[in-house]
């Protein structure tokens, strides 16, 4: 299914990951037009292997798992639009028009699930999830008394490089020959930590001729040495364009600032996953969305009306129940006793 020129949504989701995935689920199941712009890609889509997430198995790739959640959306009536969103902007009619590379669409609401791109180190570089790994949190179990690199020269790669003597003991910091820019306290830690701070450059790199795992890493003095992998830690480039381009507050970070269900500072706007703050978990991100569907689904819903509503206009008719949209209404009746769609709206 793809949008159409100048269709008009309920909810339109930007970004394709387990964030934005979420909170289309959440509007599609709870009743609302819903539609996902995705350009495809980002850090979701890079996963060999999926870590963390209850109930999904180890071997389950990135594309496998988000492959089903775009047909879990589908299967609820929420519709998908591949390409870039290059412009948002509000209508008279308060509502917002999103620009993308083949059409235009508009929706009541908005939520922004962008992400971020990791900064990546120059090369020589092992393959990423076969010696090159980008989550802490999901990756540092596989290295369980294994030789770990990390590389940066701030504070977020020393801090790392100490949290992975957690797990293993041998533990080399990589700065690449440029010039440490931790702070003192930092330095004092670092110092006080049995890891080995490594300022030659990386020259070659050694990977199992059969899975292409990394083995070693050669540098610029000639020597040698063994890793099972690591971690690159140069910052991150957060999406926010969009965001600013709405007038949405950013966090110190560069983050989107956002509430406790995703709402931005701007009316109609929401944003969930690795935009805005917090751990940059899949598990994170699906609960943000939850929440921020949940959120929207609120401010959408009709019914029930409020007391200075009746009383402005009068009872709810029997003309204007069930609240539902034609497209979700049409898709329930046709699958109705069937498990995926039963749903009980809220």
């Known amino acids: 299914m793809s949008a159409?020129?100048?269709?008009?949504?309920?909810?339109?989701v930007v970004g394709g990951g387990p964030a934005g995935l979420t909170t289309a689920l959440y509007g599609a199941r709870l009743g609302h037009e819903t539609v996902v712009i995705d350009r495809g890609g980002g850090r979701a889509a890079m996963m060999t292997d999926t870590h963390n997430v209850i109930?999904?198995?180890?071997?389950?790739?990135?594309?496998?798992?988000?492959?089903?959640?775009?047909?879990?959306?589908?299967?609820?009536?929420?519709?998908?639009?591949?390409?870039f969103v290059m412009d948002i902007e509000r209508t008279d009619?308060?509502?917002?028009?999103?620009?993308?590379?083949?059409?235009?669409i508009v929706a009541e609401r908005?939520?922004?699930?962008?992400?971020?791109s990791d900064e990546r180190p120059d090369p020589p570089l092992p393959r990423t999830g076969r010696g090159l790994h980008w989550c802490l949190h999901c990756?540092?179990?596989?290295?369980?008394?294994?030789?770990?690199f990390v590389m940066g020269h701030g504070d977020s790669a020393a801090h790392v490089a100490m949290i992975?003597?957690?797990?293993?003991?041998?533990?080399?910091?990589?700065?690449?020959?440029?010039?440490?820019?931790?702070?003192?306290?930092?330095?004092?830690?670092?110092?006080?930590?049995?890891?080995?701070?490594?300022?030659?450059?990386?020259?070659?790199?050694?990977?199992?001729?059969?899975?292409?795992?990394?083995?070693?890493?050669?540098?610029?003095?000639?020597?040698?040495?063994?890793?099972?992998?690591?971690?690159?830690?140069?910052?991150?480039?957060?999406?926010?364009?969009l965001a600013e381009s709405l007038g949405c507050e950013l966090t110190d970070d560069g983050t989107i600032d956002v509430d406790d269900h995703g709402r931005t500072s701007v009316d109609g706007v929401f944003a969930v996953g690795d935009i805005t703050p917090g751990h940059n978990q899949i598990p994170v991100a699906m609960g943000q969305g939850a929440k921020a569907g949940l959120a929207i689904h609120k401010e959408l819903r009709e019914f029930?009306?409020?007391?200075?509503?009746?009383?402005?206009?009068?009872?709810?008719?029997?003309?204007?129940?069930p609240a539902i949209s034609p497209n979700y209404s049409r898709r329930r009746s046709n699958t109705k006793g069937t498990r995926v769609v039963r749903a009980n709206l809220p």
């Open 304 to 321: 029930p009306r409020s007391a200075e509503a009746v009383e402005a206009d009068g009872p709810v008719s029997d003309e204007e129940v």
């Open 55 to 83: 109930g999904v198995t180890e071997e389950v790739s990135g594309n496998e798992f988000l492959e089903t959640a775009r047909e879990q959306v589908a299967s609820y009536g929420g519709e998908f639009e591949r390409g």
């Open 110 to 116: 908005v939520t922004l699930a962008t992400g971020f």
């Open 93 to 104: 009619d308060d509502r917002f028009r999103l620009s993308t590379t083949d059409s235009e």
């Open 164 to 241: 992975m003597l957690n797990v293993t003991d041998d533990v080399d910091l990589l700065t690449r020959g440029d010039d440490p820019t931790w702070s003192d306290e930092t330095a004092t830690m670092l110092e006080n930590h049995p890891v080995d701070v490594i300022h030659e450059d990386v020259t070659g790199i050694e990977k199992d001729s059969e899975t292409g795992w990394l083995e070693a890493m050669e540098f610029e003095d000639g020597s040698r040495r063994e890793y099972r992998g690591g971690f690159p830690m140069y910052g991150s480039d957060y999406n926010t364009a």
């Open 139 to 148: 990756d540092s179990y596989m290295f369980v008394d294994e030789p770990v």
């Open 4 to 12: 159409t020129d100048n269709d008009v949504y309920e909810l339109a």
